[in-house]
């Protein structure tokens, strides 16, 4: 099966590309770096020609105002050339809950991705995800100073990016669902205190203060961003992932 791999260089691209090959499919990694701008359209159509599944794993270059914009010609030029070259499949990786959150003009942004698939005309698998044990770091960030982390008691349930990537790469391979498949890690915790857990873990001396104001998950209300009942649970416990960091 040949996989054309839109974002085939990043943090999931790179490890799906690496999983389909391993498993004897002819997986093509694009991105910038590789000659395909999926903005302008140069180079759009040769990534996806011949391709019997696209996996678009690209994403906005920022969280504001601009994010949606983004998703609208990226997805305009990747489904106009997928139809137009038979592409039996369209795959993009989303966010658990997205369409709970209409505060966060990203999160709104993910849901017009998710809007232009299901009327693409292609056969769509969306594969939603929890957060990423990855970006814990990123967001500890966004309210730090020299002493403090303030960070709201929103509940997250985060998932290791090797699992997403084996999540997509299973879906990949498969029948399209033409809907959406969840994705979650094993342990649900509120977010001051994963803060804590990671600081500690880093040998950062920086206390959380929690904050139900603080930061982009001050706009998440309740649960929504954690697994809904039938959700697929990936492996990884996040003071494991911690441990090997």
Do not use: C
């Not at 849901?111 to 009327?119: G, I, K, M």
């Not at 969840?182 to 959380?208: E, M, Y």
């Amino acid at each position: 099966m040949k996989i054309a791999v839109i974002g085939g260089t990043g943090l999931i691209g790179s490890q799906v590309v690496r999983n389909l090959t391993a498993a004897g499919h002819e997986a093509v990694p694009h991105s910038l770096s590789t000659g395909v701008d999926i903005i302008t359209g140069t180079g759009v159509a040769e990534a996806v020609a011949g391709a019997d599944v696209v996996v678009n794993l690209t994403n906005s270059p920022t969280f504001d105002d601009a994010s949606p914009a983004f998703f609208q010609t990226s997805m305009d030029n990747l489904l106009t050339a997928s139809a137009q070259a038979g592409v039996g499949h369209f795959v993009i990786l989303s966010i658990v809950g997205v369409d709970q959150v209409p505060d966060l003009v990203y999160y709104r942004a993910k849901v017009l991705q998710e809007d232009l698939l299901r009327a693409g005309g292609v056969p769509f698998s969306i594969v939603r995800a929890t957060q990423f044990m990855e970006f814990m770091d990123a967001a500890l960030s966004w309210t730090a100073d020299d002493k403090t982390v303030r960070l709201p008691r929103t509940p997250i349930q985060p998932i290791a990016a090797a699992d997403v990537a084996a999540a997509v790469s299973e879906v990949a391979v498969g029948a399209p669902l033409n809907g959406v498949r969840n994705i979650a890690g094993p342990d649900v915790l509120p977010l001051d205190d994963l803060g804590r857990l990671t600081l500690k873990a880093r040998g950062d001396s920086r206390s959380v203060v929690t904050d139900d104001t603080a930061g982009m998950f001050a706009a998440v209300k309740g649960d929504v961003i954690i697994a809904p009942a039938g959700a697929v649970i990936a492996p990884t416990r996040y003071i494991d992932w911690l441990a090997r960091g």
